[in-house]
């Protein structure tokens, strides 16, 4: 109708689209429950890496089956010292499930020291991006590393070598350099109070004190230092919240790391401190 006719009608404001605060949050709103599932809302694929691979020694590579849920990020795991991925491979299917692009790495020599490991966390993260059968789905901007004792503290190294990283994630990490103020990718570091190979005294805690950037550091009530080794729904939760935090930006899961879990005796958490508000 002519407008004229529609003076003094005043019309609905146009529902406006919603437009997402965040491009790379997804998935529903998370819960304690959500968060401490065995498995997250998508559904993963698994792709063996071949041994052959430049930089790294292959390894199995985990990633988000949907194409219509936008970018994920990315995360290079590690094991440590003598160990394959298969000690740590629970973190494969359970991150992934919650949107992300899990490499889990075989380390060329089991016996390579931090330094290494770090580098061929790098180089996993650069074939995913570049070679990798996820390729397409990868954001190349938000890569995330993470590892087990030797592989935990090469994860620090390949964050002091590749300041662009958004998260570290290491885990009774293991590594005679003790100073990493150079870091200032956001990382959490979990460690076991019962550790004798990397004792949270003389690793986890001077790590966490140098760190530079925002960081959490959980020491788990008794727990040696293969704690990683077994799934646990608290090192998951702490591991899903950082890397939704940092890598997808999602402040959803602000709730799980501020002002985090709390301590209580008998309960699995011995002490924990971070860098909140984030
Ligand atoms: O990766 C690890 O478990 C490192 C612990 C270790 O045996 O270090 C001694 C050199
Ligand atoms: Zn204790």
């Not at 298969?86 to 075989?106: C, H, K, Y």
Request: with cysteine.
């Amino acid at each position: 109708m002519a407008a004229a006719l529609c003076a003094g009608v005043v019309a609905a404001a146009p529902a406006q689209a919603q437009v997402p605060a965040n491009p790379y949050a997804k998935g529903p709103n998370p819960t304690e429950s959500s968060v401490t599932a065995t498995t997250g809302p998508f559904a993963v694929s698994t792709y063996n890496i071949s041994s052959l691979v430049a930089g790294f020694g292959g390894g199995t590579l985990y990633y988000p089956t949907a194409t219509n849920q936008g970018t994920y990020g990315a995360i290079a795991l590690s094991p440590g010292y003598t160990a394959g991925w298969s000690s740590i491979s629970w973190l494969g299917p359970r991150l992934a499930s919650f949107g992300f692009v899990v490499i889990g790495i075989e380390t060329d020599s089991r016996y390579d020291y931090p330094p290494s490991r770090g580098s061929q966390l790098l180089a996993a993260l650069d074939w995913a991006v570049e070679d990798s059968p996820a390729a397409s789905r990868i954001d190349p901007a938000r890569l995330a590393v993470g590892g087990h004792s030797m592989g935990g503290g090469g994860s620090l190294e390949a964050a002091s070598d590749r300041p662009s990283l958004r998260a570290v994630l290491p885990l009774a990490p293991w590594n005679s350099d003790k100073t990493w103020s150079e870091v200032d990718v956001p990382t959490l570091i979990i460690g076991g109070e019962s550790d004798t190979i990397a004792p949270v005294g003389t690793h986890s805690t001077p790590f966490y004190n140098s760190l530079g950037g925002e960081k959490a550091l959980l020491e788990l009530n008794n727990a040696s230092h293969f704690f990683p080794q077994s799934p646990n729904s608290l090192v998951a939760k702490m591991m899903i919240s950082w890397a939704k935090r940092w890598v997808d930006n999602d402040t959803r899961y602000s709730q799980f790391l501020c002002p985090g879990p709390s301590s209580g005796i008998l309960g699995e958490i011995e002490d924990y401190q971070e860098t909140c508000p984030f």
